[in-house]
T-cell receptor, first 114, second 112 residues
Framework: DAGVIQSPRHEVTEMGQEVTLRCKPI?????LFWYRQTMMRGLELLIYFNNNVPIDDSGMPEDRFSAKMPNASFSTLKIQPSEPRDSAVYFC????????????FGPGTRLTVT | AQSVAQPEDQVNVAEGNPLTVKCTYS??????LFWYVQYPNRGLQFLLKYITGDNLVKGSYGFEAEFNKSQTSFHLKKPSALVSDSALYFCAVRDRDDKIIFGKGTRLHILP
């Protein structure tokens, strides 16, 4: 199995621009998680999908952030408009079924907003 | 409130010595507990988990963890540390709403 795939691996953009991060979970996994990691705040859960339905989006910072999962094999995290404080590494992870099962993390997308 | 705590930001251990990375939790019901490791510029990797059964759980790379219900702890251990074990370690707990809570992480330095 290829594991969780994220793209792009690196993204540099200017403040105000729209940013879209992409994730392909492991085939057969029913749950998908988006995380953000920074030195200051550590690892934060942004949103969690189960069977393509958002279960917990309480970690989404504000309306500038949105996430979709149109099908079982694809999810996007969008930031519009982006701000310098959004600079972080964004991880996608998938699990077989919810938080009871171990999660498999992608390599992350390093986002820099200037 | 449901939570998980890793009381040490950093742990230093000499190579060959036993290591312990501490984790305590607060959750209603029976906990599902996990340990993950993160190497530089990589995503987290699953090490081991406790759901039920034996209190001593064995995982990847020679790591093990001991579930202690009375102390609400799930400390990660290894009998003999390797320099390659140097990394960031995260403890996590599944809460009663099937949500995952991660600790803030402990940086482990193994000194040659």
């Amino acid at each position: 199995d290829a594991g969780v795939i994220q793209s792009p691996r690196h993204e540099v953009t200017e403040m105000g621009q729209e940013v879209t991060l992409r994730c392909k979970p492991i085939s057969g996994h029913n749950s998908l998680f988006w995380y953000r990691q920074t030195m200051m705040r550590g690892l934060e859960l942004l949103i969690y999908f189960n069977n393509n339905v958002p279960i917990d989006d309480s970690g989404m910072p504000e309306d500038r952030f949105s996430a979709k999962m149109p099908n079982a094999s694809f999810s996007t995290l969008k930031i519009q408009p982006s701000e310098p404080r959004d600079s972080a590494v964004y991880f996608c992870a998938s699990s077989l079924a919810g938080a009871s099962y171990e999660q498999y993390f992608g390599p992350g997308t390093r986002l820099t907003v200037t | 409130a449901q939570s998980v705590a890793q009381p040490e930001d950093q742990v230093n251990v000499a190579e060959g010595n036993p290591l312990t990375v501490k984790c305590t939790y607060s959750v209603s019901g029976n906990p599902y507990l996990f340990w993950y490791v993160q190497y530089p510029n990589r995503g987290l990797q699953f090490l081991l988990k406790y759901i039920t059964g034996d209190n001593l759980v064995k995982g990847s790379y020679g790591f093990e963890a001991e579930f202690n219900k009375s102390q609400t702890s799930f400390h990660l251990k290894k009998p003999s540390a390797l320099v390659s074990d140097s990394a960031l370690y995260f403890c996590a707990v599944r809460d009663r709403d099937d949500k995952i809570i991660f600790g803030k992480g402990t940086r482990l330095h193994i000194l040659p």
